[in-house]
């Protein structure tokens, strides 16, 4: 049988493996652990290189990986990106990024909750934007700055958290580029 909300939403009736999923077969609960299951992975990956980082190459010098192009070099990175807030007094630079690190952290998971049904690739840009995002905001509210080691010549240097989030965001765009150029090309 079938639930009686079914037919009058203009559903098909669901089956019984369909159960916990909607009426299109998404299955939140499984795309939820999942989704978790990545960000905590990642996360995890970004502190694992992290504390790597902290014991071979804090008070060390930089070791070099491509002669004049790439080299690992331990930074204690007290400010954010770029240095945008390096004119801040410390006492007010840190609880500062922290908060604003909390609200960009929930509002990535509300828009990621506006886009749940979105394809696998949106979920992957979302989970590497929240992941970066989340491993950069633990390392500065319990170390009080974040370890970055990766510098590329004429670069900032940076670390794992920053290369999801570069990622991440850089997948969002394409894919709002191509969902634009898509919306086009049926008007």
Known sequence: MHAPDDR???HAPRRPHDR???ADGYAPRQLLLA???LVGGLVGCDHATKRLATTELAG???VTIVQGAVSLRYLENRDSAFGLLRRLEPGTRRPLLIAASVLATGLIVAFWWQRRRDGWLS???FALVLAGGVGNLVDRAF???VVDFVHVEHWPVFNAADVYLVVGVGLLLLLQRRGARA????T
């Open 8 to 10: 009058a939403a203009g």
């Open 123 to 125: 979920h992957l840009a």
């Open 143 to 145: 170390r009080g700055y």
């Open 183 to 186: 919306e086009t090309a049926r």
């Open 35 to 37: 989704l978790v299951l």
């Open 20 to 22: 916990g999923r909607g």
């Open 60 to 62: 060390r010098p930089a």
